[in-house]
């Protein structure tokens, strides 16, 4: 009989513990009592805290001299570069300054070489990683194997840098070639726009008023390039710098393009 009683009393507690104050009966398998809301819901967090904070990074802009790169943080999503293509998806981060990468996407141009090996390295990286510090002004970021400090991103300016070209539309396709080895250009202080669209020489003037932009006057040499894809991508470099009419500077990146968006070059600092 006082066994009967005992196991009684014991039942009576154990359902005490999983019952909401209203008195449902809650299952929180095995979950700290923190896990679990006012209302009863059970909360699986992976065993994180249940702080979620991914407003200290957002709005900020950062590089990453590692991989020649960049990453952006807004709105809970990030957007990284390392010149070519880009890399984006969501993140989370908590209170313990745990941090994590999610649905990493990335466009599929070809890029140069060294270019491809850095995008490598970035996807890679970002993937790996665990915990982020903010301190004095600087970004560390830290996975299980590598750790990084991160600065904040400054605009380049357009007349104090040498761009070299990145990729270009063509036919609505995105195109980034080896023929474009040796394109870039620059715009002086005093108006002028001079360059090399792939094999030839170019020069012009231009004006700029906010992000407007009319380059004209353009001319080159008349050198034979040494490949169809190198004369065909030439004259279609110069006939994209005769159509543009707006610019946009993202850090190191320049993009000029027309107001249809049917043409479309993207630079990046030299």
Not at 10 to 26: E, P, Y
Not at 156 to 169: A, G, I, Q, V
């Amino acid at each position: 009989m006082n066994k009967l009683v005992a196991l009684i009393a014991v039942s009576t507690v154990t359902l005490a513990s999983c019952s909401t104050s209203g008195g449902q009966m809650i299952d929180n398998g095995g979950l700290p009592a923190e896990n679990i809301t006012e209302e009863g819901q059970m909360i699986d967090n992976g065993g994180l805290p249940a702080e979620n904070d991914s407003t200290a990074l957002d709005g900020t802009k950062w590089e990453l001299a590692k991989y020649n790169s960049t990453i952006d943080f807004e709105n809970g999503r990030y957007y990284a570069s390392a010149g070519c293509n880009g890399i984006s998806g969501t993140y989370t981060t908590n209170n313990d300054k745990h941090m994590t990468f999610h649905d990493g996407m990335s466009t599929m141009m070809m890029c140069p070489d060294d270019v491809m090996k850095n995008e490598q390295g970035l996807q890679e990286f970002i993937n790996s990683v665990q915990n982020y510090e903010l301190k004095d002004g600087e970004l560390t970021l830290s996975g299980e194997k590598l750790s990084f400090e991160l600065t904040k991103a400054k605009n380049s300016s357009l007349t104090e840098s040498e761009w070299e070209l990145n990729s270009l539309l063509v036919n609505q396709w995105v195109v980034s070639h080896t023929e474009f080895a040796n394109s870039k250009i620059s715009f002086s202080k005093d108006g002028k726009v001079s360059g090399v669209a792939v094999c030839n020489n170019i020069m012009g003037t231009y004006t700029v008023d906010g992000n407007t932009i009319d380059i004209s006057s353009l001319s080159s040499t008349r050198k034979g390039c040494l490949s169809d894809d190198a004369n065909k991508y030439e004259a279609q470099i110069i006939e994209t710098l005769e159509k543009v009419n707006t610019f946009d500077i993202e850090r190191t990146s320049l993009q000029l393009k027309s107001e249809d968006e049917k043409y479309r070059i993207n630079y990046s600092v030299k």
